[in-house]
């Protein structure tokens, strides 16, 4: 059983992707599962290259440091010429309505005057990612779960037109993620893509600005620590985020405190702590890179390898080569 799963060099890794996927990767992952880097994703809007290369870098170290195994680790680029063929494979398989139905599509080009053509095809190339590398499941959230039934799709109609090529993936719920809300504002999820930063705790973050940010978060006026995530999404989040990092649950710990502060300051010692050594192992890696470009290297042949003989029979099967 292959499961396959991929983060997006859209910014810097922030504290709800590292204890919602990156963590339970590293944690639940076996040997033949598939984590890679979706550097080619982030190409759908405007970006900065120099960015883009450093932030695909600094998402290849940190996974490698949080623990995740090197062997099921790549990235999305380096396979471009692989992915490149099956994705205009699966093009010529795939019908315009199909592409334009993507709700993220329309959410995202809406009034909008122009936006590249790759938001529209970029389904087609995800894709390309699990059926290349012959992925069983993979686990998405609501906003993607659209792709991989057009995955589903295109996979049965190249079957049943040319041939058995590509297995049948299926999109599953992903265990229940730690649930990790915006400091600044507690009705928005944190994203590593926030224009403001204040209320985004990010992995490489060091100690004292993690304080910072945390002692700066919106809590109410209510002044009474209990765990009530209608009532005070704020005072919950903080619970949430200090349950992620000590198992304890948000209400054992919120009867253990007397004070808005001393939330705060718990808060902000367990996410230092929990962050402390994979930011170490992380920065460690980056200063060393000559090993990080051989577990990139490394990462890529193996993908390379589970990948190929599936686009060998895809073109065969198409006719080409």
């Known amino acids: 059983m292959i499961r396959l799963s991929a983060i997006t060099p859209s910014g810097h890794v922030q504290l709800g992707n590292y204890l919602g996927a990156i963590r339970r990767w590293a944690a639940e992952g076996t040997e033949q599962d598939v984590y890679f880097i979706s550097d080619l994703h982030a190409m759908t809007s405007s970006h900065n290259p120099s960015k883009l290369r450093s932030l695909t870098r600094e998402q290849l170290a940190l996974l490698i440091a949080a623990g995740v195994d090197p062997h099921s680790v790549s990235v999305q680029s380096d396979l471009v010429r692989e992915l490149g063929a099956l994705t205009w494979i699966l093009e010529c398989t795939c019908t315009y309505g199909e592409a334009a139905r993507m709700i993220q599509f329309k959410e995202k080009s809406a009034g909008r005057d122009s936006v590249r053509l790759s938001l529209l095809t970029y389904p087609v190339l995800m894709a390309a990612d699990i059926l290349l590398q012959g992925a069983h499941e993979v686990p ?144 460690a890696l980056l200063d060393d890179a000559a090993e990080l470009d051989r577990v990139r290297q490394a990462g890529a042949e193996r993908a390379r390898g589970r990948a190929q003989h599936r686009l060998d029979a895809a073109l065969r099967m198409a006719g080409l080569g």
Not at 168 to 195: F, Y
Not at 232 to 260: F, H
């Open 140 to 283: 998405v959230g609501d906003d993607q779960a659209q792709h991989v039934e057009l995955a589903r799709a295109l996979a049965k109609r190249f079957n049943g037109t040319y041939g058995e090529v590509f297995a049948m993936p299926r999109g599953v719920v992903p265990p229940t993620a730690s649930r990790v809300r915006d400091l600044a504002d507690p009705t928005k999820k944190m994203a590593k893509s926030a224009t403001d930063a204040a209320g985004t705790v990010f992995v490489l973050d060091p100690p004292d600005l993690i304080q910072r940010k945390i002692k700066r978060a919106v809590t109410d006026n209510l002044n009474e620590v209990r765990y009530a995530p209608v009532e005070q999404p704020g005072v919950a989040n903080l619970l949430e985020i200090i349950s992620a990092c000590t198992t304890k649950a948000p209400d054992e710990i919120a009867a253990s405190l007397g004070s808005y502060s001393e939330l705060k300051d718990l808060a902000a010692e367990a996410v230092v702590e929990e962050l402390r050594g994979v930011r170490e192992r992380t920065l």
